[in-house]
């Protein structure tokens, strides 16, 4: 099925190379919009399946723009932007990828690779694991603990972080699973998620961290949701709305991954044509 996209960009010569590059890639274009207000007319009249999006344009801007034509039937959102202050919002928008001028056609195309994903609204379990423990490279995190302090029965532990098989939020407590053992930190899932090495602990649920090193697979269930199997044999529910915030996660840190340093990444050369 031929993917169809509205281009909202405000230069003549960006949305000529964004069109160009969506040709290359099997993609029908049905309008070139100069403004926010077009856009919105645009995605009303056509429903396409993805919408390539600047974010500063004349009167109604892209945030404005997705204010309007939010719901289900909306399309997949690529920002293509020169500004990278609005990236955040943008994710919190449920933006597929946020593309930052200048960009070639390699990293157009990974973006409309994961477009492709959202429309299908599945992803391979296998080749989700792959990305995980492949694209999930070292990423220092300042002040990132080796080591928990927990204390039960009158006793004070040194628990090794890597030891922790899996998190589990309960009100302001953690429960943190080390094989057959639970032992209780009193600290949110927030607090200690923003200390954890994202190369080894990955947030799953609003409830559940788990260890990258403890996933044995993934299992679909349904609706964009998967059960994550430990090693163990133990299944976590990784919800649809953190599965969206893990490719986002992958975006950031795997964009450098080179094949010499990942084992199952392969890449593919692509022409590095530049959007100026």
């Known amino acids: 099925m031929t993917i169809r996209a509205i281009i909202a960009e405000d230069e003549l010569l960006a949305r000529q190379a ?7 890639c099997g993609i029908q274009v049905l ?46 959102i690529i920002f293509t932007t020169a500004y990278d202050r609005y990236a955040v919002l943008a994710f919190e928008h449920n933006a597929v990828d946020y593309l930052l001028k200048p960009f070639d056609e390699e990293r157009f195309r990974k973006a409309v690779n994961r477009a492709q994903l959202r429309l299908a609204n599945r992803l391979n379990p296998a080749d989700l694991i792959t990305r995980i423990a492949g694209a999930l490279q070292a990423h220092h995190v300042p002040n990132s603990p080796q080591r928990l302090v927990v204390r039960s029965r009158g006793k004070v532990e040194l ?27 009193r600290q949110t899932i927030g ?12 947030r799953i649920h609003r409830s559940l961290i788990v260890n990258v090193d403890r996933i044995r697979h993934l299992q679909a269930c349904g609706y964009g949701e998967y059960l994550v199997v430990l090693q163990n044999g133990k299944s976590l529910s990784l919800s649809r709305g953190y599965r969206d915030r893990l490719d986002h996660l992958l975006k950031t840190i795997a964009e450098s991954t080179s094949p010499s340093s990942v084992d199952r990444v392969s890449t593919a050369g692509v022409s590095q044509q530049k959007l100026s």
């Open 31 to 76: 309008a070139e919009c100069k403004d926010g207000a077009e856009a919105i007319q645009s995605v009303q009249a056509f429903r396409p399946d993805i919408l390539f999006l600047d974010v500063e344009m004349p009167g109604i801007d892209g945030l404005g723009v997705l204010r309007e034509i939010s719901g289900e039937s909306a399309p997949a």
């Open 191 to 202: 607090e200690i998620e923003s200390r954890l090495q994202p190369d080894k602990f990955l």
């Open 159 to 185: 628990l090794r972080v890597e030891q922790v098989d899996w998190i589990e939020a309960q009100h302001n407590y953690l429960r943190l699973h080390v094989g057959n053992d639970v032992h209780l930190l």
């Open 18 to 24: 964004i069109s160009a590059m969506a040709g290359a």
